[in-house]
């Protein structure tokens, strides 16, 4: 018999027959409450009748045409309806499938049209995977470890994490520009410096939201120096920070943007943005694929992006986030283990800590398993494992978030003590 790899550890062992919005149900007949939505990807919930139809009727048409060899109105189609959501500097767009392939094509595009060939990234970032993402990733060593060597060129900065050096903001912010003009000074000079590559909120990293002058920071030394602002909005974006981009919270001009997730509601697709004039910069050839901008993924894509709109769900992810926050917080009170509760919209995540104020994520995996066995999925993230992350799908309601609360306190007097 073949099997899966070993190495695929499962966070739970439900078995899904079917999906309906923020709901699972499985191979015994059980119902089960996704605050996963497939690591923010099904950002219209399961199976959403709009996109299920985009992607039914488009598959009786035509299901590849790869888009270096032929065109197809989905991905036109696409191309035009993202002007309506992308910050308007960034008019030039590049699809892919994974995240991983969006931070291979924007690392490629900086270094093509800069010259240069290093790029700096920020402590505890996510950015995939493959050999060049995976070496611009530090928010923990499994994504790194045991194929070295990773590729060169990579200099790491320090990120604004506030809850990690345990200052404030201010502090924090301070720190991280001074040692990134240190950087700059003493192992990238800026006229090899490529690219900062960054993300609005930490992901994998810990949840941790970044702060606008941190980002104006970058901007301000991007503009100084000739370096390329690439913002990493994968997790972030369409709507998961309760605004359409995480970056619109801060409001800083990125020079490249990558997405994916929840893009096409579980599809496989990516890309990114950026300025035309820098996109005009990459070598011919240096960009395509074979399943990139396929026809279905673009067709549920653009059926994703109809019901965000349509059914107002960045502002349903702001108004959900906040309500489910607010319950985070008061649960948290009760249980000193749980230090804080922190992110944007509906990207939240609760941090624990042991006696010794050490992390401690060997209790966030034991309160993930037994939400799981409760009725609620959920997952950890942070170097540590010390978080307990929230993700639903951008259509969930008022009623599912308390239910998802009432679960989550009974997990916590379980595995914590009432």
Known sequence: MTNLSPILKQATGVVAERGEGVWLYDD???????????????????????????AQEQVGKLIHGQYTTIMHKPLLNLT?????????????VFFSNSGSEAAEAALRLARQATGRPNIVVFQGGFHGRTIGAASMTTSGTKVRAGFSPLMGGVVVAPYPNTPYYGWSEEETTDFALRELDTVLATQSAPNDTAAFLVEPVLGEGGYVPNNTRFL????????????????????????????????????????????????????????????QELMDQAWPGSQGGTYGANAVACAASLATLEVIQEEGLVANSAARGAQLKAGLEEAASRHSQITDVRGLGLMLANEFRDADGEYDGATAAAVQQEAARRGL??????????????????????????????????????????
């Open 28 to 54: 015994q007949g059980g119902r089960i409450l996704d605050f996963t939505a497939g690591i923010g990807v099904t950002s219209t919930g399961h199976c959403h009748p709009k996109v299920v139809a985009a």
């Open 80 to 92: 035009e309806r993202l002007g309506e959501v992308l910050p308007s500097q960034l008019n030039s």
């Open 377 to 418: 999925v959920l997952l950890t993230c942070g170097p540590w494992g010390q978080c307990v992350r929230f993700i639903p799908a951008l259509v969930v309601n008022e009623s599912e978030v308390d239910q998802a609360l009432s679960i989550w306190n009974e997990t916590l007097d379980a595995v914590l003590g009432g």
């Open 216 to 275: 104006q920071g970058l901007r301000e030394r991007a503009d100084k120096h000739g370096i390329v602002l690439i913002l990493d909005e994968v997790q972030t974006g369409w709507g998961r920070t309760g605004e359409f981009w995480g970056n619109d919270h801060f409001g800083v001009e990125a020079d490249v943007m990558m997405t994916a997730k929840g893009l096409a509601s579980g599809f496989p697709l990516s890309g990114i943005a950026a300025k």
